[in-house]
């Protein structure tokens, strides 16, 4: 039973590109569907980068605000390891 899939104009268009270029690069008449279900296939074999895709993109921050950033840090001298960190936290 097929079911239609809203789109917009652009991301129809670049189907129905895509669609052509599959036909004369193989030769083989495709449907938008095959086109889709192969889409749904491939995305579904590599979720986690699908899932990722949809994640909040992170820009890394400009030279001048990790100047700033490093700015407030201060050497104590002091070598710290992680016995020292576990004896401030937990006593």
């Known amino acids: 039973m097929a079911t239609s899939v809203k789109m917009d104009d652009d991301t129809k268009s670049r189907l129905e590109r895509l669609q052509a270029e599959i036909r004369?690069?193989?030769?083989?008449?495709?449907t938008q569907q095959e086109i889709l279900?192969?889409?749904?296939?491939y995305a579904i074999e590599?979720?986690?980068?699908?899932?990722?895709?949809?994640?909040?993109?992170?820009?890394?921050i400009s030279d001048t605000e990790r100047e700033s950033f490093h700015e407030g840090m201060?050497?104590?001298?002091?070598?710290?390891?992680?016995?020292?960190?576990?004896?401030?936290?937990y006593g």
Do not use: H, Q
């Open 46 to 60: 590599s979720k986690a980068d699908l899932i990722d895709s949809f994640r909040e993109k992170r820009v890394p």
């Open 24 to 30: 004369l690069e193989t030769g083989a008449r495709v």
């Open 37 to 41: 279900a192969r889409l749904v296939e």
């Open 74 to 89: 201060v050497s104590s001298g002091t070598t710290t390891n992680e016995d020292d960190i576990d004896d401030v936290l």
